[in-house]
């Protein structure tokens, strides 16, 4: 990893029965439902099953890459998957068999949430998640407050030489360097994946990096939501089709 560790079709996989699928998908919006804040997120066990399931048939080619960080993936999915290939923090963190590769731990982030409290602190509809390597400033429950998110995000991107990546209803400062895309070249490079061909899952303009590296890889990508249609192969509606479309690219 760097510095760290169109037409909607649907892809035929039974015309490419000699293929080795590896399957890379997102987490927010694709395996589980958007909520109100990052917090009320919960993984039921049917999703665990779903992914233990796949990750068996695929031969361990099951990896999730997201825009939270390692901590807060594993908060939420506690001891399901231990051997499950992670990337958090757009690509910035990366978990292989126990063993994590990414850049040294600093305390920007914590002081950046420390702003972000006395900014917004008593703005109602504004929600602050920080991240190992990323602070998010959500306005889902205050729209109106779009613009002086935008500001204030920026300037501190700016004063901090950090990068905003705005996502759905998001604004989110994260270190410059790795995205999504270098996510998934990194982790196609990993041995149980080598030889295989990429298929990634994902619904916000985030995973834009990811479907591009899998496409350039002859992969596939599947967008799910019309948020991200364009830059996809394939088309899906939500989490629910989301978990079909799994078993069926397993089966």
Do not use: N
């Not at 990414?102 to 504004?126: E, I, N």
């Not at 996510?183 to 490079?189: F, H, S």
């Amino acid at each position: 990893m760097r510095d760290s560790p169109a037409q909607i079709t649907t892809i035929d996989l039974e015309r490419r029965p000699h293929m080795r699928t590896a399957l890379l998908i997102d987490f927010d919006g694709t395996l589980v439902d958007i909520r109100s804040t990052p917090d009320a997120v919960k993984v039921g066990p049917e999703l665990v099953d779903v992914i233990t399931g796949v990750s068996r048939r695929l031969d361990g080619r099951v990896a999730i890459v997201s825009g939270r960080s390692l901590a807060q993936l594993e908060d939420l999915w506690p001891g399901a998957m231990p051997d499950m290939v992670i990337a958090g923090s757009h690509g910035q963190e990366l978990k292989v068999e126990g063993a994590v590769d990414g850049p040294v731990h600093t305390d920007l982030f914590t002081r950046l949430a420390s702003l972000a409290t006395a900014q917004f602190g008593d703005t109602a509809g504004v929600v602050i998640e920080e991240k190992t390597f990323g602070l998010a400033v959500h306005y889902r429950l205050g729209t109106h407050h779009k613009r002086r998110v935008a500001a204030w995000t920026s300037t501190m991107a700016e004063e901090c030489d950090l990068l905003v990546q705005q996502g759905d209803m998001v604004f989110e400062l994260r270190p410059r360097g790795s995205d999504k895309g270098d996510a998934v070249r990194a982790i196609m490079a990993l041995d149980r994946f080598q030889g295989s061909t990429p298929i990634f899952i994902g619904d916000d303009l985030t995973d834009i990096p990811a479907f591009h590296a899998v496409q350039a890889l002859g992969g596939t990508a599947i967008s799910v939501g019309p948020r991200t249609a364009d830059h996809s192969d394939e088309q899906l509606t939500d989490v629910a089709s989301v978990l079909t479309r799994i078993g069926e690219i397993a089966a």
